[in-house]
Structure formats: structure tokens, C-alpha cells
């Protein structure tokens, strides 16, 4: 069983922000998977199965710097094992819509990851990384990523987000290596 966790704030504030990259690909990886997300004590969950292959998407209700506690609750809820999480997230290190599929690592500066890592006391997990683009010189990064995306990077960004379901799937069906060659980038030399 694999936990497909989207990071993100909750309220409507927040719905449309850079930062809630990750809850929107997760809710859209529902929708086409048919999984039925409910109400949960910690946010929305559900369960289903992604080619016979059975997933727990969730949704937390916390902030983001809080999301460690929903996901160390969620992994023991469900059993998962720490190489079976994939944490979908926003990363202002990739340009607008660039995808990276990476496991372990740091925190790049991300509190939401922070704070998963320090409820689980690992790093050993799937990050889906969705590139939400730098901060203009003097603007804040807490000010860029809690802004919504511009309207000339809307068509980019749902496209993206139809890509980053495809590279979750990939992951969960045919493992890390094949997600990672198909949607990593690849770095001109």
C-alpha cells in the first residue's frame, strides 16, 4: 500500500496559492482515479485501488508546517512503510511546472517537509516536487509562495498537474526508476 499525502493550507485564503500545489494534485489524482476522499480527523482521506495496487490519498487539514503530525498519524493508521510515502509538495528551486520525483533528501528549505521529517525521524520518503518558480528579487519568499499563480502560468500549471497524476501513477505502479526517467528532466549539458 502506498500514502499519497498532498501538502497545502487549509481555508479558502489558501485554495488558489502557490503553496496548495500539492493538495490540488492530489485531489485531481481522486478524481481521476475515482478514489472518494472523505472527511477525516485529521482532513480529507480515501482509499482505493490504482491497478490492483492499493493507495491511501490524504489531504491535511493542518498548516503546512504543522503537516508532520497528519502524516506520522496517517503512516500509522495504515502500516506504511516509510519507502511507500509520497509526499506531493510546491518547490520554488524548479521553474513554473517542472516536475522531480526524488526519495529522501532534505528539506530545500520547505517547512511542511521539516516538519514530516521530524515527526517520522526519517527522510526516507518519495517527494513529488512541483516547480512553482522563484520569488521576483526583494519579494519574500513566505509573500510568493501563499500568492495564487499568474494568469499567463494557469494553462502551464493544469497541464502540469495532469502530469504530476501521471508521475504519481508511474511511481505506484511501475516503481522509482521508471517515474524518475520519464518525468525527472533531464539536465542539458
Keep these: 500500500m502506498h500514502l499519497i499525502v498532498g501538502l497545502g493550507n487549509p481555508g479558502s485564503k489558501y485554495a488558489a496559492t502557490r ?28 482509499q482505493g485501488q490504482l491497478d490492483n495496487t492499493p493507495v491511501v490519498l490524504a489531504l491535511p487539514l ?57 515527526a517520522l525521524d526519517v527522510e526516507g520518503f518519495y517527494r513529488l516536487k512541483f516547480g512553482i518558480g522563484r520569488p521576483e528579487p526583494g519579494q519574500e519568499t513566505a509573500d510568493f509562495v501563499l500568492a495564487p499563480f499568474f494568469g499567463s502560468e494557469l494553462s502551464v500549471i493544469d497541464t502540469m498537474i495532469d502530469q504530476s497524476v501521471e508521475a504519481l501513477k508511474c511511481l505506484v505502479v511501475n516503481g522509482a526508476t521508471e517515474a524518475m526517467n520519464r518525468f525527472n528532466p533531464r539536465v542539458q549539458e
Design 19 to 46: 503553496h496548495n500545489i500539492g493538495w490540488k494534485v492530489v485531489a485531481r489524482a481522486a478524481s481521476q482515479w475515482s478514489i472518494g476522499i472523505s472527511p477525516s480527523s485529521t482532513g480529507y482521506a480515501g
Design 62 to 118: 493542518t498548516w503546512m508546517n504543522l503537516s508532520g503530525e497528519v502524516v506520522e498519524s496517517l503512516v500509522r493508521e495504515y502500516g506504511i512503510a516509510s519507502d511507500h510515502l509520497i509526499v506531493v509538495h510546491d518547490d520554488v528551486d524548479l521553474p513554473v511546472g517542472r516536475l522531480r520525483i526524488k526519495f529522501g533528501g532534505g528539506t530545500g528549505g520547505h517547512n511542511g517537509l521539516l516538519s514530516i521529517i521530524l
